[in-house]
C-alpha cells in the first residue's frame, strides 16, 4: 500500500454479531448487483496499482451489504457524511462492522483526525466513536 495513504478507522463502543449483520442481508442479489460490486472490485484494484487513489471513492460504492447494515450501526450514516466532508477518498463497512474505515491522503491525514476528532467529541451522535489512525505495513508477517 502506497505510503501516501493512511487509514481512519471510527470504531463504536458496541459490538454487532456477524450472526446478526448477515441475517441483515437479503437471501438473494440479482445479476446486476453482483455485477456492480464486482466492477467495483476490478476499479478498486486498478486505483491501487495506478495510484489514481480519486477512483477509490467510486470503487468502494457497494450494493451487497452496507445498505443493509449501515442501519445496524447507530451514528454510521453520521460519520460518512463526517468522513465525505472532510475529504476521505473513500469510506466503507469494514467487513461486517461495525467499524467504519476511511481511507485519506497522508498529506491531509493530521487536519482530517483533528477535525474528525474534534467532531466525535462534540457530537452526541457520533461521541460513542473512538477514532484510530493506521498506515499499512508493508514488510508482511514477522516472527517476534
Not at 495506478?50 to 449501515?70: F, I, M, S
Not at 454510521?76 to 469494514?94: Q, Y
Not at 508493508?138 to 517476534?144: D, L, R, S
Amino acid at each position: 500500500i502506497d505510503p501516501e495513504l493512511a487509514f481512519a478507522a471510527f470504531v463504536p463502543d458496541f459490538r454487532l454479531l456477524t450472526s446478526k449483520a448477515r441475517a441483515a442481508l437479503p437471501a438473494m442479489v440479482s445479476h446486476k448487483d453482483a455485477v456492480y460490486n464486482l466492477s467495483r472490485a476490478a476499479l478498486a484494484t486498478a486505483a491501487f496499482c495506478e495510484g489514481n487513489y480519486a477512483l477509490l471513492g467510486v470503487a468502494t460504492k457497494d450494493v451487497l451489504h452496507q445498505q443493509y447494515r449501515l442501519p445496524l450501526i447507530e451514528g454510521g450514516e453520521a460519520v460518512f457524511a463526517l468522513a465525505d466532508g472532510l475529504g476521505a477518498l473513500a469510506t466503507f463497512i469494514s467487513g461486517a462492522g461495525p467499524t467504519i474505515l476511511s481511507v485519506v491522503r497522508t498529506a491531509e491525514a493530521n487536519v482530517f483526525f483533528e477535525r474528525a476528532q474534534a467532531a466525535l467529541e462534540s457530537d452526541e451522535e457520533l461521541a460513542h466513536f473512538t477514532l484510530h489512525r493506521f498506515v499499512a505495513d508493508n514488510e508482511g508477517a514477522k516472527v517476534v
